[in-house]
């Protein structure tokens, strides 16, 4: 078959994907420009009525005293091999011991795994990583920066620099969806994998692509698309936004004895108010919603590979081998207002090893601070192949 033929079959499947990239464009991006103009009017009025306490918001000078407390483990730095970046990170427990591994969401750092560092040090190596752009770790400004495979690369050089060569690997939020990739990509180096309120990439995506309106819940995501904006609006009212976030009673923390104290809020406002502290954590969303097409033709079996509208972050990984073979557990808080809905069901056919999933009612976004009970009682059976026996069918 010759190359032009060749072409014009393809030419119906490139230009409907065509189609489908422009109506998301237009989706992301239209609906990033309504948040925006929404955003503005509020910010207008606020600042009308209070001009001073709107535009007003501290850079703080020293970290709070819960980020250095030595109960929570020790304070240390490696060089990423691939990236030449500083990374921080806080350990507790005998380096000798299995390693266990924690990654943070958005907008936190190394402190949302202080209920895990210290219950799992008795028996493994526990790391919090702050990931690259966040809390005390280096923070590149280009997006490039941000790219699924760099940052696959400093969880593997991570592993390596801290002695290991595998780990139980923990994700939450972002984190998460790093922990499923890093599962995919080497699952030589994931003993097992713990992921809080994170969807399997590709449940996800279908989630996205089947009812687009689902983006909608999103808006944030899109909204932070833009440059600069979304820095603004997150630092007004002395990150108001970033508060309610965390302590609101729609998006905060539900659980009463678990509510961040003014302290342990600092803990996270501390980095994210240093002069560009919001824009490394803004990258991961600038670099999910990045659009790409790409097509891959080979010609002997006539076969056509095509990466549909993929999100930059979800790479073409997804369709090469987007089934987790390593023993897997899901934890879900229930009232989770910030993720797109009904996520956790939609992961099991993407999952072919030894499978947990459990789910939390009342339980907020935050869930491994939210129940830190609750969730250190699962990982403990899940690592102890109590839960793994029992839902392994």
Not at 163 to 170: E, F, N, P, Q, R
Not at 245 to 253: A, D, R
Not at 285 to 295: A, D, E, G, P, T
Not at 307 to 333: A, E, R
Request: with cysteine; proline share 6%.
């Amino acid at each position: 078959m010759s190359n032009s033929l060749m072409h014009l079959l393809l030419l119906p499947t490139r230009l409907s994907l065509w189609i489908l990239s422009l109506v998301y464009y237009i989706l992301v991006y239209g609906t990033a420009g309504i948040t925006a103009c929404l955003v503005l009017i509020r910010i207008a009025w606020t600042g009308f009525k209070d001009p001073y306490g709107t535009f007003q918001w501290t850079a703080r000078e020293r970290p709070p005293d819960c980020l250095k407390d030595p109960s929570l483990g020790h304070h240390g730095y490696l060089k990423g091999r691939s990236s030449g970046l500083r990374f921080h990170y806080v350990t507790k427990g005998d380096h000798r011991k299995p390693l266990m591994l924690f990654l943070h969401g958005f907008p936190e750092n190394w402190y949302s795994w202080r209920y895990q560092l210290q219950e799992f040090s008795s028996n493994y190596h526990t790391v919090a990583l702050d990931l690259r752009g966040c809390g005390d770790s280096d923070a590149p400004v280009p997006l490039e920066e941000y790219s699924l495979d760099t940052l696959l690369y400093d969880i593997r050089d991570t592993i390596d620099e801290l002695g290991h060569t595998s780990c139980i690997l923990v994700g939450h939020d972002w984190g998460g969806m790093l922990a499923w990739h890093f599962a995919l990509e080497r699952p030589d180096m994931v003993q097992r994998l713990i992921v809080m309120n994170a969807p399997h990439p590709a449940s996800w995506l279908d989630a996205v692509l089947r009812r687009p309106s689902q983006l909608l819940r999103s808006g944030h995501a899109c909204f932070f698309q833009l440059p600069m904006l979304p820095e603004i609006v997150l630092s007004l009212e002395d990150f108001k936004l970033v508060r309610s976030l965390f302590c609101g009673k729609n998006l905060g923390i539900r659980n009463k004895a678990r509510r961040l104290t003014e302290t342990q809020l600092e803990g996270y406002l501390y980095w994210l108010s240093q002069p560009g502290g919001l824009t490394g954590p803004l990258n991961y969303f600038r670099s999910l919603l990045r659009f790409k097409i790409s097509y891959t033709f080979i010609p002997m079996s006539l076969v056509v590979h095509c990466d549909i509208i993929h999100f930059s972050f979800y790479s073409n990984t997804l369709y090469k081998h987007q089934d987790i073979g390593v023993p897997c557990m899901l934890i879900w808080g229930e009232a989770d207002n910030i993720l797109v809905e009904g996520m956790s069901g939609g992961t099991r056919p993407y999952l072919r090893g030894p499978v947990v999933i459990h789910t939390i009612p009342e339980c907020s976004h935050w869930v491994q601070q939210d129940q830190p009970e609750r969730v250190n009682k699962y990982i403990w059976d899940f690592v102890l192949d109590k839960d793994i026996i029992k839902h392994n069918h």
